[in-house]
Antibody
Framework: EVQLVESGGGLVQPGRSLRLSCAASGFTFDDYAMHWVRQAPGKGLEWVSGISWNSGSIGYADSVKGRFTISRDNAKNSLYLQMNSLRAEDTALYYC??????????????WGRGTLVTVSS | EIVLTQSPGTLSLSPGERATLSCRASQSVSSSYLAWYQQKPGQAPRLLIYGASSRATGIPDRFSGSGSGTDFTLTISRLEPEDFAVYYC??????????FGQGTRLEIK
């Protein structure tokens, strides 16, 4: 079955760090770009970061640049998001999403169910 | 960064009616790199349209997309009960950044 499964969310204090993971299955992971997209409670969608198939191209939203780092391990069919210096406004459901090609500047044709990150003291 | 503005914020219609959702960009979207998604409560978004007018796999033909430059439209020709949801537009391929519109809620009248 083609799917993405996120993990690693939870409650964390402001200023602390958290690492999200996304496990991919059912497709050739290293052929495609991957992304993180978040959705704050009751709000719309916000693209967070994307990475090309070979990690050669990476992009971040201005709101997370310098604090978040995206990476992937093609041998493990996994995508990661290292989140440092977390703020209350980072509270959201974080989705892992797949692009249709190797370069990351495209749309998202497969989504996971999300992992919830809550930043609060 | 390209800002996408969707209108209306909420659209109230009845099953069987035609829905027209708008997405306007703050600058031209290159090569019609615009997508539409549907999101139902408690679910992840689902890709409906890419390249402004191409339907994604498995999407019924009552969904259609059109437009270019700065003005794009998602049309649902005849609403089914399962179509009531929130719809987002998204632009890609510009300035190495991806942005979404704020969403249009399509509710049953």
């Amino acid at each position: 079955e083609v799917q993405l499964v996120e993990s690693g969310g939870g409650l964390v204090q402001p200023g602390r760090s958290l690492r999200l993971s996304c496990a991919a299955s059912g497709f050739t992971f290293d052929d495609y770009a991957m992304h993180w997209v978040r959705q704050a409670p009751g709000k719309g969608l916000e693209w967070v970061s994307g990475i090309s198939w070979n990690s050669g191209s990476i992009g971040y939203a201005d709101s997370v640049k310098g604090r978040f780092t995206i990476s992937r391990d093609n041998a493990k069919n996994s995508l990661y998001l290292q989140m440092n210096s977390l703020r209350a406004e980072d509270t959201a459901l974080y989705y892992c999403a797949k692009g249709p090609y190797g370069d990351f500047l495209w749309y998202f044709d497969l989504w996971g169910r999300g992992t919830l990150v809550t930043v609060s003291s | 960064e390209i800002v996408l503005t969707q209108s209306p914020g909420t659209l109230s219609l009845s099953p069987g009616e035609r829905a027209t959702l708008s997405c306007r960009a703050s600058q031209s979207v290159s090569s019609s790199y615009l997508a539409w998604y549907q999101q139902k409560p408690g679910q992840a978004p689902r890709l409906l349209i890419y390249g402004a007018s191409s339907r994604a796999t498995g999407i019924p033909d009552r969904f259609s997309g059109s437009g270019s430059g700065t003005d794009f439209t998602l049309t649902i020709s005849r609403l089914e009960p399962e179509d009531f949801a929130v719809y987002y537009c998204q632009q890609y391929g510009s300035s190495r950044s991806i942005t979404f519109g704020q969403g249009t809620r399509l509710e049953i009248k």
